[in-house]
């Protein structure tokens, strides 16, 4: 038994016919199951009860065994002294509160069809595990409510990604320039270098960036420079010289710091995604955009993101990937899907984050603009492509990795659509 089925049996009072009682015979009459609390505390906020001739208002607490009130410490917890039913599977103790009272108890295993356990169990204990628990259920659901399941959770997707984002502002005292800076220069790392690029824009003084933003040599020479590619020596090449000397006159009237805490990574990364040419674009992104936020903001459409994009790397990096080896000629453009992941990964989440700091709800927009991005491609991805669910844009593939990483991965299948909907009409 788990005790996510028994929180979904209680909300969805999954009783059939049955008539309720406590494990003392005392008639139970629900008026109000309650608010479900997914945070710490009791699981049901506000909940109405009859119970007997007494009408309660309060929480409810649901537990596998009602013993487990007592190995999860609520009788120290003052949070839990307005339970007013405690509903379990299995009653075998009674409960109190803090001041000696009984707190009635609900046993549900004696008030639910076999049906619905039989389809749970389903669910979970499969003789031969699939991608999803669900299988195949996962293309059978009503458009309408499959489509509305995937646009909340693109938002919580987006939610999460808006954490990282409102901890940067917190940091910087609300400056949006620099978060937008923080959260592109992480982006442009990737996973195997956003770490060290993420701590590299952070130690930097943003009011540096603006100063020299209308200098490109300067510009790239503070990126290498505190990325640590400048510490080298590279004989014969005029580039790398300048910026080393400009990095030099730049630390001696700023207050820069040569070095990030984790040295950028080549290994494991093809050539274009080597942190000298990422570092390089970036730089140049900045010299041609000032004000890149406020563009950022008044893009209504993908086109427009990738106008703002359309930028390459410096000339000596068209035949170069590293300092002082020459390679074949070919321009370092950002591609359109580098472009995709940073719309996705830096642009949505400032955009929301912004709109809800002024109080704005652009929903509409948001999903307009998530649309119009290609779905990326990936294994969790393949799986649902595989089941054959169609995922047309990044608003349903980025949805549906929220769905498999919090729900499915989780077994969290009685807060997902189509597990409620597999059980529903089971009791």
Not at 168 to 194: A, P, Q, T
Not at 195 to 221: T, V
Not at 228 to 254: A, P, T, W
Not at 287 to 303: D, G, P, T
Request: charged share 25%; glycine share 6%.
């Amino acid at each position: 038994m788990r005790e996510d089925l028994l929180h979904y049996i209680w909300k969805y009072q999954k009783f059939g016919n049955r008539k309720l009682c406590t494990s003392n015979n005392e008639p139970i009459g629900v008026f109000e199951v309650g608010v479900h609390n997914f945070l710490a505390g009791p699981d049901f906020f506000n909940a109405k009860i009859q119970i007997g001739e007494q009408l309660w208002a309060g929480t409810v607490e649901i537990h596998i065994k009602s013993s487990d009130w007592y190995a999860h410490h609520h009788e120290q917890d003052p949070n839990y002294n307005n339970v007013i039913l405690h509903v379990v599977w299995e009653d075998d103790v009674h409960v109190y509160r803090s001041d000696n009272t009984a707190i009635p108890t609900l046993v549900l295993k004696n008030f639910i069809d076999k049906e619905l356990l039989v389809a749970y169990q389903g669910l979970f204990y499969q003789q031969e595990k699939g991608f999803l628990n669900c299988g195949e259920e996962v293309t059978r659901q009503p458009s309408v409510v499959w489509d509305n399941w995937l646009e909340r959770l693109y938002f919580e997707r987006l939610e999460r990604k808006w954490t990282l984002v409102d901890h940067l502002l917190n940091e910087s005292r609300n400056d949006w320039d620099k978060v937008f800076f923080i959260m592109m220069m992480k982006n442009f790392g990737l996973k195997i270098n956003g770490d060290a690029f993420y701590e590299m824009a952070r130690k930097l003084d943003f009011s540096i960036i603006r100063k020299i933003q209308g200098n490109l040599l300067q510009l790239e020479s503070t990126f290498f420079g505190m990325a640590g590619l400048l510490s080298q020596e590279v004989h014969g090449c005029d580039y790398f010289n300048r910026l080393k000397k400009e990095f030099q006159f730049l630390k001696s009237k700023f207050p820069l710091l040569e070095g990030p805490l984790q040295q950028p990574q080549f290994f494991r990364l093809r050539p274009s995604n080597f942190p000298t040419i990422r570092l390089s674009q970036l730089a140049n992104l900045y010299f041609l955009n000032r004000n890149i936020f406020s563009k950022v903001l008044a893009a209504k459409s993908v086109e427009d993101l990738y106008g703002l994009f359309a930028v390459k790397a410096s000339s000596y990096w068209d035949r170069h990937y590293t300092f002082g080896k020459e390679s074949g000629a070919h321009p370092k453009k950002l591609s359109p899907d580098f472009m995709d992941l940073l719309i996705v990964n830096t642009v949505l989440p400032i955009k929301m984050g912004y709109y809800k700091h002024l109080g704005e709800d652009k929903s509409e927009e948001l999903v307009h603009l998530i649309s119009g991005v290609k779905a990326e491609r990936n294994r969790v991805i393949s799986g649902f492509k595989n089941l054959k669910v169609s995922l047309p844009t990044a608003l349903e593939s980025q949805a549906v990795l929220q769905l498999y990483n919090e729900y499915c991965v989780k077994n969290k299948c009685l807060q997902c659509v189509v597990g409620h909907g597999l059980l529903k009409g089971k009791a």
